[in-house]
């Protein structure tokens, strides 16, 4: 958590984590479990058509580790290329959580870079939005775009740091900072970290938290990378809201010159 008075607000439901994770690549449950639990995540993504949610009933069951009554299910759309796919993923998921809204919408163009298909992940908004859904998208770093996903009526906006599982951390920090200072929703950065210091520089731009799977699940210690990543998430803020120092060409003098007795 960070601070009690400094909620992360999504779609009207406060949460004291800024760090969500996601629930793949992990060796199995109980790695992903005791991960999910060290980082201190609120929200966690699961990707509806790769990981059983109760839909395979004699397959290890995600529910069982990780309860809807602890944690606030964000399932996704990972794997789908279009439209109807996407869609349809969501509404699977509606129908497998009794009712459950909030939704992370992702439509890939590319299965190389996972980059998304911009275009039709505007469709795909406004028909999730239209049907009922809150939906947090995963799009690329461009303002316009993010802007424009805003007006749909998007209740989170998710622009990618860097490709998705690169672990390149913030590529583009001066888009980032364009969709924070535009946005009236909460910008939470997905895709592209790597290690605390990129997920602190996300905070440190304003953005309001971080979506992270690769950088825990792949790390050589999940569990300890967790706890590294939901420290920086603190700090990230917590330097953010205490406002940096400007920066300067030369030194200037930590201890007041005047009235020195030499």
Sequence with gaps: MTTFDDPLIIAGRAYQSRLLTGTG???DM???RLATEAAGAE???VAVRRVNLGQNPNEPNLLDVLPPSKYTLLPNTAGCYTVDDAVRTCRLARELLDGHDLVKLEVLGDPKTLYPDVTATLQAAEILVKD????MVYTSDDPIIAKRLEEIGCVAVMPLAAPIGSGLGVQNKYNILTIVENAKVPIIVD???GT???AAIAMELGCDGVLMNTA???AKDPVMMATAMKHAIIAGRLAYKAGRMPRRRFASASSPTDGLFF
Excluded: H, Q, R, W
Aim: charged residues 30%.
């Design 25 to 27: 690549k992990y060796k």
């Design 30 to 32: 109980e790695e992903t």
């Design 43 to 45: 929200i966690i993504t």
């Design 132 to 135: 009922g859904f809150k939906v």
């Design 191 to 193: 895709a592209g970290v």
């Design 196 to 198: 605390a210091s990129d």
């Design 216 to 218: 825990i699940a792949e």
